[in-house]
C-alpha cells in the first residue's frame, strides 16, 4: 500500500459526460501529480499541484482540469468526453517539488468512455 | 525538456537467467532516474532511485542500475530471474527544476519462462 487513495477505481461512462476523479496523497505530502496511462501515449504527465497551487502542466487538454484543495486532496475533472479519454489515471504524491524524493503512485482509476 | 528511452518493448528470459532492461536518457541537466514496475492491475511501485553519489544503486527484489553519464543510460538488472519478476518496468527521469515531474519511456514487458 503506498497511501495513495485514488476513488473510483473503475469508471464508465457515455461520451459527452464530465467526469471527476480523486486522490488522497500520503500524509505529509504537499506536491500531487496526475499521469495518464494508455496504450498508444504510454505513461503522460498531465498536472501538479503544489500545496494547493499549480506547479506544472504538461500535455493536459482544455478540457481537462484539475485542483487541489486546503486538506490537500486533489480532484481531476474530465469534460466533454470521448472514445479516446478512455485511459489508467493516476495519481502521485511526494513531499515537495524541491526535492530528490520519490513519488508513491495510487491504484489508478481506469475510465472506460462509451 | 527530458526524455527517456527504452529498448525492448518486450523481453522474455528464463527463470534464473540475468535479466537487463536497458534505458537511455536526455536531460540538459543533471537528472534523477528512476525505475519503477507495474503488475497488472496495479499502481507503479518504486524499484529503485538515482538522485547524486554513487552510481550503482541498489534496489528491491534483487535489481540493481547503474547510471552512466558519459553514456546517458540506467541499466536495470537483476542476476536470476523469478517467475514473480513478469511486469512491464518503466524507466523515468525527473530534474529538480521542472518540479520533479516523471517522463517515462515507453516500458519494458517482462516474461519469465519455466
Known amino acids: 500500500d503506498s497511501g495513495v487513495t485514488q476513488t473510483p477505481k473503475h469508471l464508465i461512462t457515455a461520451t459527452g459526460q464530465r467526469v471527476t476523479l480523486r486522490c488522497s496523497p500520503r500524509?505529509?505530502?504537499?506536491?500531487v501529480y496526475w499521469y495518464q496511462q494508455s496504450l498508444d501515449q504510454g505513461l503522460q504527465f498531465l498536472i501538479q499541484?503544489?500545496?494547493?497551487?499549480?506547479?506544472a502542466k504538461g500535455n493536459i487538454l482544455e478540457r481537462f482540469s484539475a485542483q487541489q484543495f486546503p486538506d490537500l486532496h486533489s480532484e481531476l475533472n474530465l469534460s466533454s468526453l470521448e472514445l479516446g479519454d478512455s485511459a489508467l489515471y493516476f495519481c502521485?504524491?511526494?513531499?515537495?517539488?524541491?526535492?530528490?524524493?520519490?513519488?508513491?503512485f495510487g491504484q489508478g482509476t481506469r475510465l472506460t468512455v462509451v | 525538456a527530458q526524455s527517456v528511452t527504452q529498448l525492448g518493448s518486450h523481453v522474455s528470459v528464463s527463470e534464473g537467467a540475468l535479466v537487463l532492461l536497458r534505458c537511455n536518457y536526455s536531460?540538459?541537466?543533471?537528472?534523477?532516474l528512476f525505475w519503477y514496475v507495474q503488475y497488472p492491475n496495479q499502481g507503479l511501485q518504486l524499484l529503485l532511485k538515482?538522485?547524486?553519489?554513487?552510481?550503482l544503486v541498489k534496489g528491491i527484489n534483487g535489481f540493481e542500475a547503474e547510471f552512466k553519464k558519459s553514456e546517458t543510460s540506467f541499466h536495470l538488472t537483476k542476476p536470476s530471474a523469478h517467475m514473480s519478476d513478469a511486469a512491464e518496468y518503466f524507466c523515468?527521469?525527473?530534474?529538480?527544476?521542472?518540479?520533479?515531474?516523471?517522463?517515462f519511456g515507453g516500458g519494458t514487458r517482462v516474461l519469465v519462462k519455466p
Open positions: 538515482y538522485t547524486t553519489g554513487a552510481t
Open positions: 502521485a504524491s511526494s513531499v515537495g517539488p524541491g526535492e530528490a524524493t520519490e513519488a508513491f
Open positions: 500524509s505529509g505530502d504537499l506536491s
Open positions: 499541484y503544489y500545496n494547493g497551487e499549480e506547479r
Open positions: 523515468a527521469v525527473s530534474v529538480r527544476a521542472a518540479g520533479n515531474k516523471l517522463t
Open positions: 536531460s540538459s541537466v543533471p537528472p534523477y
